[in-house]
């Protein structure tokens, strides 16, 4: 292991404990800068393929095999003691967070469609993982402390300016797809711990969300919970590859939308220009919630603040969005 490599990781960990963590998971912080800084764990951790190596990867398997949400101390023999079953959950899991609340941000934007279009929707996800922000229909919304809008669960709490044009009905979905380089199951047992496991500890509001919308769509798929959509479809594919025939395979007296969050940050610059061509020859309408939107010469365009995604609706930016759901900035 050479000694740029270690201290390459030394640095990803140290950036995660200053920019990443802090204000979302302190146990996450202490883990991060504790690891920066043992040289027998940074030789374990730089022993990985680099694309395996970040914290909330690491850190997730370790907690997923069982590490308690304890000290420093804690996680660095609990890593020592279990390395290769841990290094195994690494090599075999990928960062998956799926977070339904992302359904609060997206709302304003399927609301639009469907008043524009007034036609059911056929919502087609990329990078979907277990499906969760596939469901608006099924959870309920309360903006800025308002009563709820629909009486599913989770309930999603989201603060707003700028005014948006919040919905007074849930809009009418027709038909649920998703395309997924790995779909995950989140009625599997090991699927919700791993799900689970993606949350940072300390985030209990979020595990609180993911427990409640995975319930929802476990009752979607037992029958125990009707919707006329019935339960998204989930195909393993690239997003590239297979987005053509989803949009084909649309019921036709529905309108086609194509939507994301958190995907397009995987691609690079060549897979998300040709995305956004294939979306664009398609004549569907297109909701996108990333770190950055695509512009109409189909350049990725990065918003002004970091911590924020861009929601955009056909390539034009309808607002600033939490990256977990939680706020809505209309511009
Ligand atoms: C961070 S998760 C986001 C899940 C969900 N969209 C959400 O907002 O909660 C990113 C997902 O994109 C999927 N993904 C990444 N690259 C992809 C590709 N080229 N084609 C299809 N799915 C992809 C990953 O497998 C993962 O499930």
């Not at 987005?243 to 995907?263: E, F, Q, R």
């Not at 956004?276 to 909701?287: E, N, P, Y």
Request: proline letters at 7%; aromatic letters at 8%; charged letters at 20%.
């Amino acid at each position: 292991m050479s000694t740029q490599e270690t201290e390459s990781t030394a640095s990803l960990y140290r950036d995660y404990a200053r920019r990443w963590f802090p204000g979302h998971s302190e146990l996450y912080v202490q883990w991060a800068m504790g690891l920066a800084t043992s040289p027998e764990l940074l030789a374990l951790v730089s022993a990985l393929p680099e694309h395996k190596r970040q914290p909330n990867l690491v850190f997730a398997a370790a907690r997923f095999h069982g590490c308690p949400d304890e000290s420093f101390r804690v996680l660095e023999a609990y890593l020592a003691a279990h390395w290769a079953g841990i290094r195994t959950i690494v090599m075999t899991h990928a960062t998956q967070t799926n977070e339904a609340a992302r359904c609060a941000t997206l709302l304003p934007a399927l609301g639009l469609v469907a008043a524009q279009e007034q036609r059911p929707l056929a919502l087609i996800e990329v990078g979907p993982s277990a499906g969760l922000c596939l469901l608006p229909d099924l959870y309920s919304y309360s903006y800025d402390g308002a009563a709820p809008l629909g009486d599913g669960s989770p309930l999603l709490r989201c603060a707003t300016t700028g005014n948006p044009p919040l919905p007074h009905h849930l809009p009418e979905i027709a038909w649920l797809a998703g395309v997924d380089l790995n779909p995950l199951d989140g009625t599997d047992p090991d699927t919700v711990a791993w799900l689970r496991a993606l949350v940072w500890p300390g985030q209990e509001d979020r595990l609180e969300r993911l427990d409640a919308a995975l319930g929802t769509l476990a009752a979607l798929k037992s029958g125990a919970l009707q919707a006329s959509a019935g339960a998204p479809l989930l195909l393993t594919g690239d997003l590239n590859e297979r987005i053509a025939d989803l949009v084909d395979a649309a019921p036709k007296h529905a309108v086609p939308v194509v939507m994301h969050s958190a995907v397009l940050a995987y691609l690079d610059e060549a897979q998300r220009a040709r995305f956004a061509d294939t979306v664009a020859a398609l004549g569907c309408r297109w909701i996108s919630n990333e770190a950055f939107f695509m512009d109409a010469a189909n350049h990725a365009q990065e918003g002004p603040d970091a911590n924020y995604f861009t929601l955009a609706l056909d390539r034009v930016p309808l607002a600033r969005t939490g990256p977990h759901g939680a706020e809505l900035h209309w511009l």
